[in-house]
């Protein structure tokens, strides 16, 4: 009887030594967006066949981890929001009395598309400027045109027209003061305002 | 124009309107050998007195047809019944001798040719009891611009008002840069036009979805006449007064339309076809108009019906022109158009007179924009950056003659009223 009693133990103590000696879970050295975070619970519910004691600390354990990846791809997804936002406010530059899209106004506006497309709640409002020079009262016919321009640009990459306003100031409100071409060309711009929808902005895949 | 047809004219005019006084003599005042006349005008008794004579002389200059002379003259007191001395008048090359004294309710004044040693005209002009105010200095430029019709046959243009754009909102001023007074909130304000009668302004108000136009009475409250909805700028007021052309536009394109100043549906007048048309200025017969459009590949001055047919260029493009003209203002006497041309990169103000087609350069220092004419079809108010800061100037077309009116941080987009009270 007591024989049996010694055995059972021994058979418990090996079987814990050797749940002690058992791997951990890896833990992922790089920051998990929030769509790898799910899969750490599965991987737990399916170690829980083990023996119970042995699965307790590991479920502990295993929470610890999962918060803390948790945590931190919540950190990932602030960082990654405002970048997204900031991507979507960048603004577009243009030549000297044109409104033409440039090569550097394509790469700005190509950023916005897949965010656009994500996220379809999002409505922005585009303002057109110009430099000083030039005609008040003209500057602000061309100021629309280099909206309109902009919002073409979406429009025709699968965006809809009314997601986006266009509104002109001319040369009323500009981006810095200055006579000289370096103030000129930071003037002449679309600027892009988020105007609904951008409160949890998702990364485009 | 030949003094003899003005003195004609004004011969005509005086003997059919004012009705001879005993003893006044009708006719003008002439200078030496077709310089313009010497005028002197006496000091005026009264507690105003000194105000007065120094309104007067001032209009009398800023008016570029007569040369008043210096106050320090002192003309001996006159001897017997005559109301000048006459020989001593002559000998310090005075023409015409200014006398003003204030009576009840206002001032007598009288015109004394002394060439013809006797009285051209007299009147009696009303002034407001309050001495000094704003109402006050406009009866007393009105004194002016009939002592100036008295003299040249042209009435005078000091009992007028420009409005202007500084700091973001519209202003007020008298025309000799008295009594700045702001008639629109803290904003985004342009572009203000008044309204043939002289009581409203239109103006640009430009906001975070759109732009829209008021009109501001200037003895009451602001109006929106079109609302924020699209891009909706530089309005004038057709010579009826009952209906604003202005430019609009929703996407590419922007378009000369007009609607009837108390809002109602808008009609289209240009015929723009995608590119950009501003900035209208309707012929004083409202049969035609003079905007900006950029139809040809650069900004250019144009004139159209005013339905938008037959649309041509009002200028020739010169050799010196690098092509960017704007901002058309047609005189009230219609014979010509002012406007904007850009010169080895800045603006000049220049004038084309509708008869011959010739272009006039009437700037050539610093940088000189937004030309408006005075209802006098020979000052013209100005833009310029030639004090260093950008003010509005006036301009006498005839002598070249520029006088600086304000003195704020900044002033442009200037418009010139008709005739106050008149």
Sequence with gaps: ?205 | MCPLLHGLVAFVAFGSIAGAQPGVRLGLIYGEGGARPGIHVLPVAGASGDSIRAIVMRDLDFGDRVTVLSKNIALPSPVGAAAVDYRVAARLGINGVVQIAPVAGGVSMALYDVGAKQVLQRAIVPLPAATNTAAWRLAVHGASDLCEEWISGTRGIAATRLSFVADGRIWLVDSDGANALAITQAGRALSPAFRPDGQAVAYVSLEAGGSAIRVADLRGASRQVLEPRGLNISPTFAPDGASIAYAHGEDFGTDLYVVAASGGTPRRISIGRGTDNTSPSFSPDGRRIAFTSGRSGQPDVYIADQDGTNADLLAALSSSSQGYRSSPDWSPDGRAVAFQSQLAGRFQVMVISLRDRVVTQLTADASNEDPAWAPDSRHLVVSSTRSGVRQLWVLDTETGRARQVTGMSGARLAAWSTRVGS
């Design chain 1, 1 to 205: 009887m007591r024989r049996d009693i010694v055995l059972a133990g021994l058979v418990m103590l090996s079987l814990s030594l050797g749940a002690c000696r058992r791997k951990q879970v890896p833990v992922a050295a790089v920051p998990m967006t929030p769509s790898t975070a799910p899969a750490i619970a599965p991987a737990v519910a399916s170690s829980a066949g083990g023996g119970l004691a042995v699965d307790r600390s590991q479920f502990l354990r295993d929470s610890m981890e999962r918060a803390r990846t948790d945590s931190l791809a919540r950190l990932a997804s602030t960082g990654a929001a405002v970048s997204l936002r900031a991507a979507l406010e960048a603004a577009v530059r243009f030549d000297y009395d044109a409104a033409d899209i440039t090569d550097d106004g394509r790469a700005v506006l190509d950023a916005k598309l897949p965010i656009l497309r994500t996220n379809m709640a999002v409505r922005v409002r585009i303002s057109g400027h110009t430099d000083s020079r030039g005609s008040d009262e003209y500057n602000l016919a061309l100021g629309l045109r280099r909206a309109a321009s902009a919002r073409k640009y979406l429009s025709d990459r699968g965006i809809a027209v009314d997601r986006i306003d266009i509104v002109s100031f001319g040369e009323e409100r500009p981006a810095t003061s200055g006579d000289d071409e370096g103030a000129f060309s930071q003037n002449r711009r679309a600027e892009f305002e988020i105007l609904s929808g951008a409160d949890a902005l998702r990364t485009p895949r």
